[in-house]
Structures are given as structure tokens and as C-alpha cells.
């Protein structure tokens, strides 16, 4: 009986566009599945391996940052992978001609042009893997205080903080979740800089596939924005059932859906890839821009939410009887990755992130200018002005991201 | 003494619908009044205070029994160093649940009772000859589980377990058991000491209703001990609820085998008492989480919340107590329903905790999954 479900099922689904006003109407046929299937003649066209292995990539990293025995020459190895590198616990990983830094602020919209900031962006990356080891390694066994890096209890767990409180394993993966995962779907495979490039939409409307592939180009494009999200979920064309798959984007889409004024948000971000993925195969081009504007209000809608919610987290941690530092040196970690990744989310049809990098930068140089030792002397009125200015930039209330 | 009026019941009228005037009336008989202040200087001075004083007198016989133990170690004085152990143990499920205050700032609870302790990591350590107890990382390797580990995790008998502190080790034992003694020591002493200074009155004048009122906030670390780790930590994780595979190896004071049971039931029954306003070691009541629903005259189907609560506090024990030790429940049943059944009683009391006392005292509740990262 579990065959059923295996069956393609598919709804029609008819959009009638009304937005000409010369009566100019069109009814527009695309076979929607019920699941991110999408298959030629018999053959599976949906294919994101790339993806997949830079989030097992990230994975690995991200354990490595908490094994004080790891070297900054082998983090920065692992982040910079080259082809046969035994840098991985998983031999597959290191067989790969993928790595993680090369598709960091690399996406064709925001950085083709813009190297500069590319380089700077990856600067910080290169610097928080080499300040994991140099500034916490060596104190992993000493209590954190003002000025001094070292650990400090966050309920049950320990966390490791430099001098100023911040964790930097957390603004690496945090950062991550903005500077390559979501910049390269909204700004690369999302852009019809990358979905339309060549010939591939006359590839596409005369089903023109890739050499040796049953994809056309891009579909293909489209798919490698999806495995960004879903790559290492365990049913990846239905995802939703273990968000958390990965420690980047898919855990906080996530988060985000288990509090209940976003509940939902998880299914419009994978209905809108589904329904532009069929548009794409019927050649819909119009409504696979939409469902692209869809996936970028959303995605950045969680980067933005996140940011507001560990920065009120942190200013109600601090404001108690007995201020928790541990766990609001946490929050306030996992918030810095995230509002550095504001200035990778993007406006719907528009050019412009939420933030710019300008932004962002001074965002950042506020949390932590309130007294000589960073986090030890924020205000409490720095961390909820911050979460204020970016929740007025959003569709999203200050209430609702905060809890 | 009516200064304080809480739980009070407005019936506005607002009568705006032609004019610019607006009146409220107050109906006088849904007031309600109840102390806060007296029930704060009941739980300071009759329940939490002396409770503590007594867990600092347990420590003080463990470290005697325990000085005995190292200077001969025979059975006898095993034995006897375990009964100490054990009745600490026991006294620290009645200060376990007070983490506010003095507790809260050095976080007293994780670090005298994380379970299960990582012996791989007190082996380790006690060779290198070199750790500091005080870090955050190490409270795995301390506290009543550290020592339930060397007491009765070492050998299959006594024989075997007295071997231990006889072989070319003993003096690393004998020194790591040292440092995880003086930790508790340290850690308790000073937790007295600053209730007994400053906190009491702290806690006590701290009398408002607000969310950061001594009720409101002990009202929630209580029922966080309650749902967490009495419920969850001593039940719940090792019987799978929440994963789905049981693990047997989290019961506390695995090693000891047997009192898992008891030291929930003590716990348990710290929480009834404190719900009850039970003094401390004397057979009399103050005011309470009960007199103060009385005095809201909380009903829930036509019952008094306080009765229904008290009596599902007696259904858990019961059920509880029917049951084998923690550890053979587990081990020796698939599944093991019993305790399963037991468990659905203890966790019963939650809601009616969380959501119907807290709701007629207009206390809200402060705490969430913690994001698990």
C-alpha cells in the first residue's frame, strides 16, 4: 500500500493572471506534484549533490571548531578544501572538488562585481577559524571573566567565549547561514541573472538538456538553490518533516516555524520552491519569478527574525535578578552570525539586501562598543534598540520575533 | 495588612455611549485578598532556610564519614560512608528545587547532581592529577554522582571496591574524591551563608505580583524543577519518553542500583510539602501555593484545585512507590510499562501546575524549551 505514495500525484493547478488591464487575460496550466518530484521520460531530473556535500562540509567544520585539538591550518584547510585533501572524517568529502569558501559571497548578483567586499566577507571567515584556535583553544580550560576568554556555563552546557563573550564557532556557522547558503539562493540561483543566463531559456522551452543529464540547465539552477535548504534532509522532496537536518539555514526554518506566529512558514518556503521548480517544467516564467519573490521575502524573513529574537533573548538573560552571561553570550553569538547575514537577504524585486554590508558593519561595531571588555558591558537598551531598527526594516513585528 | 490585594476581580462598567464620561465600578465581594509577603517569609523562614540548614549538616557527616573511610578503609567504614552519602543525597532533594537567589548565581543544582557522570572523563582527570572542579565544564565529574561512581561503581562487591583505595591508585582516588567533597562543601556552605545574610530579606520584601516578584519567578522555578528535573531527569529521560529509547544508565545513582525510587519519592514528597507550606522538620503549615488557592477559591469541575492537586501528589506517589528500583523497571522490562503508568501520574500534576494554579495566581510562566544549541 506505501507504493501509493510513491505514485506522482499531481494537481493542476490554474493561475489566472489579471494584472493587465487591456483584458489581456491568460489561464496558465502547471502540473504542481505533491512532492519536490520532477521527472523526463522516466528519468529523476532533481539533482543538488553539490549542495549536499558543502553542508556535510559544514557539518564536519562545525564539529572541528569544538575540538580544541583541531589546528587553524586544518580548519582553514577544511573551509578551503582542494580535490584528494584528507581534511574530512568522510572519505566522500574529501574525493570533492567542492569546498565551502569558494561559495562564500560569491553569488553572481551581489559579489560578480564587487570582489572587494567579497574578499573582506571571506576575510572574516578566515579570521574567526584561526581566533577559534588562537584565542579559545589555549583557554579551554579557564574560566571566562571580563577581559579573559575561557568557558562559561549556559544551563547544562559549557560555552567557549573570546575576551569580549563572543563564541566564535557561532559566528562562523551563523555567518554561514547568510554568506553562502542564503546568498547563494537568493542572489545566485534564484536571479534570473543565473535562472536565464545563455540560452537557458530557449534551452528550457525546447527541452534542451545538459550533456549526459535529463535536466535542462535551468531547472538544474533551480534545484541547487533548493539543495541549499533541503540537501541533507532525510526525504529531501519532502523535507519538512526533519527541519534540523543540517546546522545552517534548514535548522532555523526550523525554529522559526515552531513558534507560533510563523507557523507555516516552513510550508510556504517549500511550496514556493515546488510551485517554481513545475513553472520552470511548464515554462512558466512568470510564475516561477513570483515563487522566487516568495523564497526571498521568507528566507530573509528568518535571518531577520532570528537576529531580533537572540537579541531580546540576550537583553532579557542579562536583565534578571541573577544576569545569566553564559546563555546570553550564547544568544548574542548565534545573533551576531545572524544579523552579519542580514546583509545577504534580499528585497523581492529588488537589487538590495534588507542591510547593506555598511550596515551591518556598524550594527556590529554598536553591540560591541558599550565598554572596553564587548559583551561583558552591553547595555541592555543597545540590544533592544538593535532588535527595534531591524524588525522596522521587516513585514514582521517586534513582538512576534521576539519570544 | 491589607496592603496587599491581589487575584482581584474588576467588574468594569463603562457606560461611554452618549457622553464623554466614563465610570468603573468596582464590585467589592470579588475581592480577594492573600498575603504574598507572609507566604514568602513562610517558604524563607520555615521551608527553605532550615532545609538548607539541614542539607549543610549532611554534608558536614559526609565529610566525617568520609575522613574516616580515608584513613582506614575497611567495609565498615564504606558502609558507613555510603549511609552518608545517601542521606545527603536524600536531604538534597529537598534543597534541589530552591534554585533562585544564592543557588541560581553559582547554579547550584548542576553542579552537585549531573547525571549520568562521566567516568571515562574522573578516570582521566585523576590520573593527569591535574583539574579544576570549578569550571563549568567538569560538572559532570563531580557532586553525588561522582561519588555514587567511586562508592559503589568500582567493583562488583565491597570486597573488590575496597581493593580500589588499596592499589597503587589510591592516592589519586583518595585526592580526587578530596576536590569533589570540598566543591560541595564550598558550593553549600556559601549558598547558606548568603541566604542567611542578605537573600532572606531580599526574597522576602521582593513581596509584588510582577514577573519579577519573589512569587512569580519562585512560582516558576519551582514548577521548572517540578516538569524538568523531577519529572524528566529522574523518570522520564531514562525511561525514553522523550527519544523513544529507554536509558537505563541515566537513572540517578545508577551505580548504587536501588535508591533511584527513594530519592524521587523524597523529592516528590519536597515538592507536596512545599506546595502545602509544610515547615521543615516540624508537623505544622503556613501560608502556601494551597491557602492561597483557597483563598482565590480555585475550583476546576466543581472541585477545589487544591484538593485535586494534593490528591494527584498522592496518586504519583502511590504509583510510584508500587514500583521496582528505577533501574531494574528499566532494564528488566520491554517496554517497561509500570513505570510508564507511573510516570503518566507524576506528569499529570504539570498541568495542573502550570496552567490551572498559575492562571488563578495571574502568575505567568517565564520559561520555554531551551533551543537545544
Not at chain 2, 537513572?251 to 536501588?258: C, L, R, T
Amino acid at each position: 500500500m506505501n507504493k501509493l505514495l510513491f505514485l506522482p500525484l499531481f494537481l493542476v493547478v490554474l493561475f489566472v493572471s489579471c494584472d493587465n488591464n487591456d483584458g489581456d487575460d491568460t489561464t496558465i496550466q502547471i502540473s504542481n506534484p505533491a512532492s519536490y518530484t520532477f521527472e523526463r521520460n522516466g528519468n529523476n531530473t532533481v539533482n543538488f549533490n553539490g549542495q549536499t556535500t558543502r553542508l556535510q562540509m559544514g557539518n564536519e567544520i562545525v564539529k572541528a571548531l569544538l575540538t580544541p585539538t583541531t589546528s587553524a591550518e586544518q580548519l582553514n584547510a577544511m573551509y578551503g578544501h582542494i580535490q584528494g585533501a584528507s581534511n574530512f572524517q568522510d572519505a566522500n568529502l574529501n574525493a570533492s572538488d567542492k569546498n565551502m569558501r569558494s561559495k562564500t559571497a560569491a553569488s553572481v548578483d551581489f559579489f560578480s562585481a564587487n570582489t572587494s567586499n567579497q574578499a573582506l566577507i571571506r576575510a572574516d571567515f578566515d579570521a574567526w577559524l584561526s581566533a577559534q584556535v588562537v584565542e579559545i583553544f589555549p583557554n579551554w580550560q579557564v574560566r571566562a571573566t571580563p577581559g579573559v576568554a575561557g568557558q562559561i556555563p549556559d544551563g547544562s552546557a559549557t560555552r567557549y567565549i573570546n575576551s569580549k563573550g563572543l563564541e566564535f564557532d557561532q559566528l562562523w556557522t551563523k555567518g554561514l547561514i547568510g554568506a553562502l547558503v542564503t546568498d547563494q539562493i537568493l542572489n545566485n540561483y534564484l536571479s534570473t541573472a543565473v535562472l536565464d543566463e545563455g540560452s537557458n531559456r530557449a534551452d528550457n522551452d525546447a527541452d534542451i538538456t545538459v550533456d549526459g543529464n535529463s535536466y535542462t540547465n535551468m531547472e538544474h539552477k533551480w534545484d541547487e538553490a533548493y539543495g541549499y535548504v533541503y540537501g541533507l534532509n532525510a526525504n529531501a522532496a519532502n523535507p519538512n518533516a526533519d527541519l534540523g537536518a543540517d546546522d545552517f539555514l534548514n535548522k532555523y526554518i526550523g525554529r522559526v516555524e515552531g513558534d507560533d506566529d510563523f507557523k507555516g512558514i516552513a510550508d510556504e518556503i517549500f511550496q514556493a520552491f515546488k510551485l517554481g521548480r513545475a513553472a520552470i517544467v511548464a515554462k512558466e516564467y512568470e510564475v516561477r519569478d513570483e515563487q522566487a519573490a516568495i523564497i526571498k521575502l521568507k528566507i530573509s524573513e528568518i535571518i531577520g527574525i532570528r537576529s531580533v529574537y537572540y537579541l531580546q533573548q540576550a537583553k532579557n538573560l542579562l536583565g534578571q535578578e541573577v544576569p545569566d552571561f553564559g546563555a546570553a553570550f550564547h544568544d548574542i553569538s548565534e545573533g551576531y552570525g545572524f544579523i552579519y547575514s542580514l546583509q545577504f537577504t534580499r528585497k523581492p524585486n529588488s537589487n538590495e539586501p534588507y542591510f547593506s554590508k555598511a550596515e551591518v558593519d556598524a550594527l556590529l561595531v554598536d553591540l560591541m562598543n558599550d565598554g572596553p571588555n564587548g559583551l561583558w558591558d552591553v547595555n541592555l537598551s543597545t540590544l533592544e534598540n538593535m532588535a527595534t531598527a531591524i524588525a522596522a526594516r521587516f513585514e514582521f513585528s517586534l513582538e512576534e520575533a521576539s519570544e | 495588612m491589607k496592603k496587599y490585594i491581589f487575584g482581584v476581580v474588576f467588574i468594569a462598567l463603562i457606560w461611554a455611549c452618549t457622553s464623554e464620561n466614563e465610570e468603573v465600578a468596582v464590585d467589592p465581594d470579588t475581592t480577594v485578598s492573600f498575603e504574598r509577603a507572609a507566604m514568602l517569609s513562610n517558604w524563607a523562614d520555615n521551608i527553605i532556610i532550615p532545609s538548607y540548614d539541614a542539607f549543610a549538616v549532611e554534608i558536614t557527616a559526609l565529610n566525617t564519614a568520609y575522613t574516616s573511610f580515608k584513613s582506614d578503609a575497611t567495609i565498615t567504614n564504606l558502609q558507613n560512608f555510603r549511609k552518608s552519602w545517601l542521606s545527603a543525597y536524600k536531604m538534597w532533594q529537598r534543597v534541589s528545587m530552591f534554585e533562585i537567589g544564592p543557588a541560581e548565581s553559582v547554579g547550584l543544582r548542576l553542579n552537585m547532581n549531573i547525571y549520568p557522570t562521566d567516568t571515562q572523563k574522573i578516570d582521566g582527570l585523576m590520573t593527569s592529577g591535574t583539574y579544576d572542579l570549578t569550571l563549568s565544564s567538569n560538572r559532570n565529574v563531580k557532586g553525588f554522582p561522582a561519588l555514587d561512581y567511586f562508592i559503589n561503581g568500582l567493583g562488583v562487591d565491597d570486597d573488590a571496591i575496597i581493593a580500589k583505595f588499596k592499589d597503587e591508585n589510591k592516592q589519586a582516588r583518595f585526592g580526587y574524591i578530596d576536590a569533589v567533597l570540598a566543591n560541595m562543601t564550598t558550593l553549600t556552605d556559601n549558598v547558606v551563608a548568603a541566604w542567611k545574610s542578605s537573600y532572606r530579606n531580599v526574597f522576602v520584601s521582593n513581596n509584588g505580583a510582577s514577573a519579577t516578584a519573589s512569587v512569580d519567578r519562585f512560582v516558576n522555578d519551582y514548577i521548572f524543577y517540578y516538569e524538568k528535573f523531577l519529572r524528566a531527569g529522574k523518570m522520564g529521560i531514562p525511561l525514553g519518553v522523550f527519544t523513544g529509547t529507554p536509558i537505563p544508565k541515566n537513572v540517578e545513582a545508577y551505580y548504587e542500583g536501588q535508591i533511584s525510587n527513594e530519592l524521587f519519592l523524597e523529592g516528590l514528597d519536597a515538592t507536596q510539602d512545599f506546595f502545602n507550606g509544610k515547615y521543615f522538620g516540624v508537623d505544622q503549615t503556613g501560608e502556601s501555593l494551597a491557602t492561597y488557592l483557597d483563598a482565590l477559591n480555585s475550583v476546576k469541575n466543581g472541585e477545589d484545585l487544591n484538593k485535586i492537586i494534593n490528591a494527584q501528589f498522592n496518586a504519583a506517589r502511590t504509583a510510584v512507590s508500587a514500583l521496582g528500583s528505577f533501574r531494574s523497571e528499566i532494564e528488566n522490562n520491554t517496554p517497561p510499562s509500570a513505570m510508564f503508568l507511573a510516570y503518566d501520574e507524576v506528569q499529570k500534576i504539570v498541568p495542573l501546575l502550570k496552567v490551572d494554579m498559575v492562571s488563578a495566581m495571574s502568575i505567568s510562566i517565564d520559561f520555554v524549551d531551551a533551543d537545544g544549541d
